[in-house]
């Protein structure tokens, strides 16, 4: 693409791939239509992979508290 000074810019050229980039981008997050199904899924397995670290913590922090009972008598 030419400037008007004459020079090769290549401004546009930037721009389509910034603008490639970015539908790409958008064309991933629809995840082909099926984002509905999808994104749900991906925020199921989160939850669930957060409760099972959670329950963990809880876990050790009660198990920890009764052997402490436990060797106190």
């Given at each position: 693409?030419?400037?008007?000074?004459?020079?090769?810019?290549?401004?546009?050229?930037?721009?389509?791939?910034?603008?490639?980039?970015?539908?790409?981008?958008f064309e991933w997050l629809a995840m082909g239509g099926y984002s509905l199904y999808v994104w749900p899924a991906y925020g199921l397995v989160c939850v669930v992979l957060g409760m099972n670290i959670l329950g963990i913590k809880w876990q050790r922090t009660r198990t920890r508290k009764k052997l402490q009972r436990w060797f106190k008598r």
């Open positions: 693409m030419k400037s008007y000074s004459g020079r090769e810019s290549n401004h546009g050229l930037r721009f389509n791939l910034r603008k490639s980039l970015m539908n790409q981008f």
